[in-house]
């Protein structure tokens, strides 16, 4: 099982960046995909998650910016991030959940500058 997150990086306020989560090993169909985020002394945090069915879900604070979105074809989520702030920054961590399994990925760090 493998979740590999990539897309990360340094950018500048209201910039965009668009990360990516490759998944293998298991039913990526049939599995609810998260990003989560943690900021430095900070815990960790749900940004978004799609379904297996396409529906989304978002935390109130990337509402509007952020866009979840899924390629079951290539096993792959994507999330879109618009208008950056720099309180986004934090390592970013992908989520593949059911009920009763759930798996991680390394994460990929985002860096906002002022």
């Known amino acids: 099982v493998q979740l590999v997150e990539s897309g990360g990086g340094l950018v500048q306020a209201g910039g965009s960046l668009r990360l990516s989560c490759a998944a293998s090993?298991?039913?990526?169909?049939?599995?609810?995909i998260g990003w989560f985020r943690q900021a430095p002394g900070k815990q960790r945090e749900l940004v978004a998650f799609?379904?297996?069915?396409?529906?989304?879900n978002y935390a109130d604070s990337v509402k509007g910016r952020f866009t979840i979105s899924r390629d079951n074809a290539k096993n792959t989520v994507y999330l879109q991030m618009n208008s950056l702030k720099p309180e986004d920054t934090a390592v970013y961590y992908c989520?593949?959940?059911?009920?009763?399994?759930?798996?991680w990925g390394q994460g990929t760090q985002v860096t906002v500058s002022s």
């Open positions: 989520n593949a959940a059911t009920a009763t399994r759930a798996f």
């Open positions: 090993g298991f039913a990526f169909d049939d599995y609810v």
């Open positions: 799609i379904t297996s069915g396409g529906n989304t």
